[in-house]
């Protein structure tokens, strides 16, 4: 089968299949393609610092995927600098990265350092949906007056990294 490419203007590329040379297409045809591909995308957000993956993030992210085709994921490098009632990462921001874009959930990362740089993730993102834990009912939190709608993930799954770190701390002094 020959595939050679046939070259257009704008860097389009299309391929002749067999003996048959496709049609040429416009560019307008193309960009009108993709606009249509991309109708009913629904772009979810959730920022965290998923350290040591648990049952409990698998139960969020699936979440999140039921309510959105792309799950962007904004990934705190250490929470612990900001908050000092934070737990310091055990894991390095790269090995977080690793696992985390391995999940079949997750479809992009993007690290943050500070609350403030968080703020400007969110705002420079076209996001429809951002996911927050039923804990941030009620509470402020960064980006609010952003006026994102917000999916309250339920965290009646009984897991927490602080609770995972504390069972890793018994089961090696036991």
Same mark, same amino acid.
């Given at each position: 089968?020959d %595939?050679r490419?046939?070259?257009?203007?704008?860097?389009?590329?299309?391929?002749?299949? #067999?003996?048959?040379?496709?049609?040429?297409?416009?560019?307008?045809?193309?960009?009108?393609?993709?606009?249509?591909? %991309?109708?009913?995308k629904?772009?979810?957000?959730?920022?965290?610092n998923?350290?040591?993956?648990?049952? #409990?993030?698998?139960?969020?992210?699936?979440?999140?995927?039921?309510?959105?085709?792309?799950?962007?994921?904004?990934?705190?490098?250490?929470?612990?600098?900001?908050?000092?009632?934070?737990?310091?990462?055990?894991?390095?921001l790269?090995?977080?990265?690793?696992i985390?874009?391995?999940?079949?959930?997750?479809?992009?990362?993007?690290?943050?350092?500070?609350?403030?740089?968080?703020?400007?993730?969110?705002?420079?993102?076209?996001?429809?949906?951002?996911?927050?834990?039923?804990?941030?009912?009620g509470?402020?939190?960064?980006?609010?007056?952003?006026n994102?709608?917000?999916h309250?993930?339920?965290?009646?799954?009984g897991?927490?990294? %602080?609770?995972?770190?504390?069972?890793?701390?018994?089961?090696?002094?036991?």
């Amino acid at each position: 089968m020959d %595939t050679r490419p046939l070259n257009f203007p704008g860097n389009v590329q299309l391929a002749e299949v #067999g003996s048959r040379p496709l049609q040429s297409i416009s560019l307008q045809t193309i960009k009108l393609f993709l606009n249509a591909m %991309t109708i009913n995308k629904t772009t979810g957000v959730i920022a965290g610092n998923f350290d040591v993956i648990h049952p #409990g993030y698998i139960h969020l992210f699936n979440e999140c995927k039921e309510h959105c085709n792309t799950l962007l994921l904004l990934l705190h490098e250490d929470p612990s600098i900001e908050r000092k009632q934070k737990l310091k990462p055990i894991l390095t921001l790269e090995e977080r990265i690793l696992i985390l874009s391995s999940l079949r959930q997750v479809d992009e990362i993007i690290s943050y350092k500070t609350e403030a740089e968080l703020l400007v993730l969110l705002k420079s993102q076209a996001i429809d949906v951002r996911f927050l834990g039923d804990d941030y009912q009620g509470k402020e939190f960064t980006g609010m007056e952003l006026n994102i709608p917000i999916h309250y993930l339920e965290r009646s799954h009984g897991w927490s990294t %602080t609770k995972y770190k504390e069972l890793l701390a018994k089961t090696l002094t036991d």
